[in-house]
C-alpha cells in the first residue's frame, strides 16, 4: 500500500476526495520515478485516469497490474468496469466473473456482470446473476428495475411486477417506476391498475412526458 508518509504536500481531503488531481497525479508519478513501484499507486493514477474519463488509460492501468498479480481482486474488478464503459462486454464479463472466481461474495462483481448480460440482452443471464442479490440488497432500486426488465424480456410478467412494485416503494419519485409498472398492469390486461400508476405517477412527477402519454393513451380508449 501508499505509504502516506511519501505524499508530502498532499492533505488527507485531498486524496479521498482526488482534489487537485494534477497535484495528486505528479506525487504519485514522482513515488514510481523514486522506486516505489507500489500496486496501490499504480491503482491510484488508473483511478484518477478513469474518473477524468481517460478510460483506455485506466484499462490499460489495472490490466497491467492484474497480469502482474492474478489474484488482484480490486484490479481485476476495477479493470471490468473500465472494459464495461468501453461495450467491451465479453472482456468485462472474463474479469468480473475471474472476480467472483477468487471470492465467491464479492457481490459488486455479480452486479456489473449482470449489467453486461443486459447490455447483450441475455435476460435469463441476468435473472441468474441479480435474483440471489435481492435476499442481500432488498431496497437497491437500480437492482429491481434491471431484474423486473429482465423478467419482462423472459416472459415473466407476475415476477417483473412484483420488482416493480418494489420499486415505486423503494424510489418514490421515479417517474420510470411507475411508467414501467404501469405498462406491466397493461400487459397483464389490468387496465385500471394501470390507469391508478400512471395518475400515481403524474401526481409525484406531473410533468413527466412518459407518464402523460401513456396516461392519455389508456384513457382515450378506455375510460370517458
Known sequence: MIDLSKLSGLTLDELLTLKNSDKIVATLKRLLKEGHDDPSIHS?????NFLKGNIKVAAE?????????????LAHFELGICEYYKANYDEAIHNFTHVIELDRDYHMAKYWLGLCYFSLHDFSKVIEMHEPLMRHFPEWASL??????????????????????????????????????????????????AIKVFRKGLGISPKSELLMKAHSYVTDIDMP
Open 144 to 193: 429491481l428495475s434491471y431484474l423486473g426488465t429482465a423478467y419482462e424480456h423472459t416472459g415473466k410478467i407476475q415476477e417483473a411486477v412484483s420488482c416493480f412494485e418494489l420499486m415505486v416503494e423503494r424510489a418514490p419519485s421515479n417517474a420510470i417506476a411507475y411508467y414501467q409498472l404501469g405498462n406491466l398492469y397493461l400487459k397483464k390486461g389490468d387496465t385500471i391498475s
Open 44 to 48: 491510484a493514477l488508473s483511478k484518477i
Open 61 to 73: 492501468g489495472f490490466r497491467c497490474i492484474g497480469s502482474k498479480d492474478p489474484n488482484n481482486v
